[in-house]
């Protein structure tokens, strides 16, 4: 692997330089699609942005009784690791680069809920911890089936590269995996019907209550590279393969903007679930549609 | 001003996170409220958006006549909302106790105790003129940049109701 390739590709394209402006993008499209929904203007285009840069300028309050170091690192941690699963989308064609495998990718999408979990618990406030619960929760629940769907889908397509995966033709039971992630993303980004974590109107901000200021605009970002991430994982499965690495990088940022607007919609028509609703749905329902999706692409490989 | 600042400025100006904080009050004034972020006045084409933190706002809006519980309480607040912040009193009981005045339990006006930079009157005031102090509030946010305005407790009106 080439080492300024590596980096290029991490920190320029399709990495921070160009992942940042997607989520301050896929954000925007989230507010407006849910405003329009609701028959309101909504924020203009800018909105995240500004928002990002005035978070950059405001001090923070003091947090009396911690020493707050473990705090501030934990948006740090989040906001890198969702922006090296960014980087790893196979958006460009192989030339060594910053190459890495799906495992990688979904450990990398793991980091952030994590993060969320802990900075909730090591801000000590009852209503951060109460949110912190509640997201463990829900990652046990979606995570069980996000994970299955990714297995049934390596495992009918006998690869775990992301870039063969990308390349080769979808299968009927391709199909059923991405479905099956596509369940599981209003889960992992946090959005109605599962925005249990950060309930604004039961527990204030969830597990976010104790930050201000540029911790907070790094939060933010986090998010938005989360939706980046996630829906361009979606996008690379689904979106077909062609030879000009153009249009296919413009397919995907296509796609990837129509899964944010499928999302926002269903979020904008959707009310909020509790706990255990969340929890029976994915471990009840959608539990069953991915062992399915499993159970059925072991069995073509018993076959074949 | 180099352009870091007048992008701060202008992103301070388009981006008022607000935290909603009750100090008596009746309950109109927040209804008003409310109804400002409703689809008909849509707060969010300015970019407001009510936070549930008071460590996330940018405005502080407070309403009610300051009752004697609510004091250490609004003070409290205050103090955790970060700098640079301002503060919007809706309605008439923050900015003269209105009906509520010579009441025992009352320790106002809200801006004997925290700095105050737009009084909204009205009892309750319209959505729309919420909104406009909102504005008022967040250009004033602007301008001000990061030094904060020097607390100037105004002495309790008299029976009259006449602040001196």
Known sequence: MNLTTALARLLIFPGLLFAVPGAWLFLWIERKAVAMMQQRIGPPFMQPFFDFIKLLGKTTPDRSGISGHLMKAWPLLAVSAAAGAVGLLPVLPSSGGFEGDLILLLALMEVPSICVIAAGFSSRSIFAEIGSAREAVLTVSYNVVFLLAIVSIAASQHTFRLESLAQLPATPLRWLGVLAVLVCLPAKLHINPFSLPNAEQEIYSGPMIEYAGPELAMWELSHGLEWVAATGLVATLAVPHFSTWWIDALLLATCSCGIVLLLSVLAAATARLAVDTTARFYWQCTLLFAVLAVSSTLLMRLRT | ?164
Request: aromatic share 4%; with cysteine; hydrophobic share 35%.
């Open chain 2, 1 to 164: 001003m180099n352009l870091w600042n007048r992008l701060m400025c202008y992103s301070r100006r388009r981006s008022p996170w607000l935290f909603h904080m009750n100090s008596g009050s009746c309950n109109g004034c927040d209804i008003e409220l409310v109804a400002s972020l409703t689809p008909r006045y849509d707060a969010e084409q300015l970019g407001v958006r009510l936070e549930g933190s008071p460590r996330h706002a940018d405005i502080l809006c407070i309403t009610g006549p300051v009752t004697r519980n609510s004091v250490q309480a609004i003070e409290t607040v205050y103090g955790q909302v970060g700098s640079p912040k301002a503060v919007v009193a809706i309605g008439s009981c923050p900015a003269s106790t209105n009906v509520f005045i010579d009441s025992r339990v009352l320790d106002g006006p809200l801006n004997r105790h925290i700095p105050v930079d737009v009084f909204v009157p009205g009892c309750p005031p319209r959505p729309d003129a919420i909104l406009q102090g909102i504005a008022a509030a967040a250009k004033k946010l602007a301008e001000r940049g990061a030094q904060r305005p020097a607390v100037q407790p105004a002495s309790a009106p008299d029976s009259t109701g006449v602040q001196s």
